[in-house]
């Protein structure tokens, strides 16, 4: 058995039968068995228990930079980090990533949970993700439209999850930058340039979200909530101090941190497991909670919620049991 507590930032004691570590050479999946799971730098999934599997560690680093008219094509290994990546294309004067700055995770699990932050999504800037059918063998190469991406969503979570295992990021970054600084604390910067908007994205992360080497946790661990127009007017009446973004002409996006906070579940505690006391948004691992007690206070989390705002929160974490994906 292989100790999985130092491969998942949560940090929860965990083992499985066999560990991978796979480089650029992707044709030992063929000789494989499930249960499989693939793992990049382990930031956005917890090990509940030990694993009755293969864990597949992915290294794989390197990229290029193709550069034309109006355009940078970045064509990105999937074991790159992705905030390194951030970096370096601040450095070389590629611009439009910087919203997405110090996010967690590799750049090959990037696409799976289209990540975003302060109103930019990843999937603005994918040309291509391409992956290797884990079956076959196979390469594929899904285009942009291909990968159905959605707020915190795509394909490789659903009708391709544990089928295939992303090899590289086409990126197309337009050279034209406009600064996105409407959402959030970006809105107190008045005609911002890339690198202001790249530091106080930093300094806001920083400030708001517990360090993993400091306290295991896996960053935010639900998402924000979809509602109603009509939803979130009945939610005004009672709280009218409830904000919300706007998503299009039928719904809008709640923060599931105000929601958390407004139950007075900031600091609750379960065993080792917490509601972080300055992010609620955050459950943390003081080294001693168990899978249980995480589930335990996930979904108490998720329960007073919905009794309470008719509205259900869907982690954004990846719960692993012995055999896959747990249902929270």
Known sequence: MHS????HTFGLSARSKKLISVDNDFSILKSIDAPLWILGEGSNCVFLEDFDGTVIKVDSKGKTIKEFSDYFQLTVNSGENWHQLVCFCMQNGIFGLENLALIPGSVG?????NI???????????????CIDIDSGEQQVLANEECKFGYRDSIFKRQLAGKVIITQVVLHIPKRWQACNHYGELAKLKQPS????????????????PDPKDIGNAGSFFKNPLVSNKHFASLQCDWPDLPCYSVDHN???VPAAWLIDHLGL????????????????????NGTGSGAELLEMARHIQAKVESTFSIHLENEVNLIGNKGLVKL
């Open 116 to 130: 975003g932050a302060y109103g930019v999504e990843l999937n603005q800037f994918i040309k291509q993700v391409v």
């Open 194 to 209: 890339p690198e202001q908007i790249f530091a106080q994205v930093v300094a806001i992360r920083q400030a708001k979200l």
């Open 109 to 113: 699990a990037a696409p799976i949970q």
């Open 4 to 7: 999985l507590t130092p491969l």
């Open 266 to 285: 900031k600091g609750k505690q379960i065993g080792g497991i917490q509601c972080h006391p300055s992010q609620p948004l955050v459950l943390t691992n």
């Open 251 to 253: 719904s809008v996006k």
